[in-house]
């Protein structure tokens, strides 16, 4: 992978067509843990078929907004984790549970647990294929991690949360190598349970995250947040619960939202063996930043962080957007980094 100073990526999604998705319903429920297949506009003899072009889709409009790193814009996807979790083994989610979310005082859907979980088969290999024949440059693929999806699931039957989370490493760890092997540059693991569930991450999230990434052969990182933007409205934590305790993971880098919550930067100096995958557009808003508002953050972040350990992004996945805004916000984000690039050349 080529390098770039400063290049500018996405943390995974990007806004499906409306011709894809029914974005009411998208809109008017709780990110699924299970099934949502009543989401798709298009019926199921076709829905590959259009996938495949909203992918396409999304990598033209990353590109022509000028992002270095694309993705897939997790065309596919119902929800960032559910379409991986829910093609394992051992998951029943014709018959869910629930499990309190990390919006308090609410509960959430989630599959059930009734057997060991293991792989069965490829579920993105795919989705990279498609990926890297349309995108002309770097990509990038998300995958859930295992904190998270044993975090989202209701057990009943390891009855030990640290177990399941190893046996979902186990899965994750045979798709990343596959991922890697079909033309991937970057794998990222999203794992934002691991900041809503500090204690148990400190338990055992790094070693489920190691197990998930061993033997990988490209760039890998851990992404986590406070929640989607269009969810969680409210005035965000300036500091994460559970963030230095990634420097001992195995991810070559960790994505941080910092743009909506107002980060308290110096945060970053808790990974100094990590690059930093920094939010500097944030996702509560339509509007899209100026480049010299983007500019600011990233020479903000460069008092703690040297340029080329830097990676510009938005705080979050951009789901919940218009394309319009997403373009827009992508735009101007490229824009930005592309300023400070000129004063750092």
């Known amino acids: ?179 890697f092997a079909a033309g991937a540059d970057v794998v990222q693991l999203d794992e934002p349970w691991m900041e809503s569930r500090p204690e148990q991450a400190r338990a055992f999230a790094v070693k489920a995250i190691n197990r998930a990434l061993e033997g990988a052969t490209g760039t890998t990182a851990i992404h986590l947040c406070f929640g989607y933007a269009y969810i969680v409205r409210d005035a965000k934590p300036k500091g994460y619960h559970f963030l230095g305790e990634l420097n001992d993971s195995a991810a070559d880098q960790v994505s941080i939202e910092a743009a909506q919550p107002g980060l308290q930067i110096e945060a970053i100096k808790s990974l100094p063996d990590k690059k930093i995958i920094l939010g500097v557009v944030a996702l509560d808003t339509e509007a899209a930043e100026t480049p010299d508002v983007v500019a600011a953050r990233i020479r903000a972040a460069l008092k703690y962080i040297p340029a080329d350990k830097l990676i510009v992004a938005p705080d979050c996945g951009m789901k919940y957007l218009s394309r319009a805004n997403a373009f827009a916000k992508l735009k101007a984000m490229a824009e930005g980094a592309a300023i400070v690039r000129r004063e750092l050349s």
């Open 1 to 179: 992978m080529k390098s770039i100073l400063l290049p500018t990526t996405v943390v995974g999604s990007y806004p499906q067509p409306d011709w894809l998705i029914d974005r009411a319903k998208l809109t008017g429920s709780a990110p699924p843990r299970v099934r949502m297949k009543e989401i798709w506009r298009v019926a199921e003899p076709y829905l590959e078929q259009a996938q495949d072009d909203a992918t396409v889709l999304a990598v033209r409009e990353m590109e022509e907004a000028g992002i270095d790193i694309v993705s897939d814009g997790e065309a596919r996807r119902e929800s960032y984790s559910n379409r991986f979790a829910t093609a394992l083994s051992g998951v029943d989610i014709d018959n869910p549970g629930q499990v309190p979310s990390r919006t308090a005082g609410r509960m959430t859907v989630v599959p059930r647990i009734v057997g060991k979980v293991t792989r069965i088969r490829p579920v993105q290999v795919r989705d990279v294929e498609i990926l890297r024949r349309a995108a002309k440059g770097p990509i990038k693929i998300t995958v859930p991690g295992p904190f998270t999806m044993a975090m989202q699931a209701a057990d009943d039957y390891y009855n030990d949360p640290e177990a399941l989370a190893m046996d979902m490493a186990t899965a994750v760890n045979q798709e990343v190598r596959e991922l």
